[in-house]
């Protein structure tokens, strides 16, 4: 398994398969359209946010989208992991973990000093976050009406 930048092609896939990684990620409750990933993707990419993907050859097994963002209080440039996902054949064998600590030395070499992301309530990922040492920061709370 190799972890690098996607090239033109791969990087189509990925916004491609990008509707499925989030509608797993928010265990359903969100169910984007390819547009308005493709819009969302393509703002962070503009901002200098990246991919890493992990490959075994020329097959994609998952990816990271990194980038940076600011503090809400202090307005701290951060570091930010938007996105991971493994595509489901390739789950169970490790490949998010090492995307996720390729990502964290990525955000590091850049000069960040902390490493933030967001997750829902009652995703899988939260059991690995914890283990590789991010702490709960803030919790978001909803209620329908």
């Known amino acids: 398994m190799i972890i690098r930048k996607p090239n033109d092609n791969e990087l189509e896939k990925v916004i491609s398969l990008s509707p499925k990684a989030i509608l797993d990620g928010t265990l359903g409750v969100v169910k984007p359209t390819r547009e308005k990933v493709t819009q969302l993707v393509e703002s962070l990419l503009d901002r200098g946010s990246y991919y ?82 991010f702490k709960k920061r803030t919790l978001t709370m909803s209620l329908e009406i």
């Open 52 to 133: 890493l993907i992990a490959t075994d050859g020329h097959e994609l097994m998952g990816w990271v989208l990194l980038g940076s963002s600011k503090d809400q209080f202090t307005n701290e440039t951060i570091g930010f992991i938007y996105e991971l996902f493994v595509l489901e054949v390739f789950r169970g064998k490790g490949i998010s973990e090492k995307l996720m600590r390729s990502g964290v030395d990525h955000l590091k070499n850049e000069g960040y000093s902390e490493v933030r992301l967001s997750v829902f309530s009652g995703n899988k990922a939260i059991e690995l976050y914890e283990k590789m040492g």
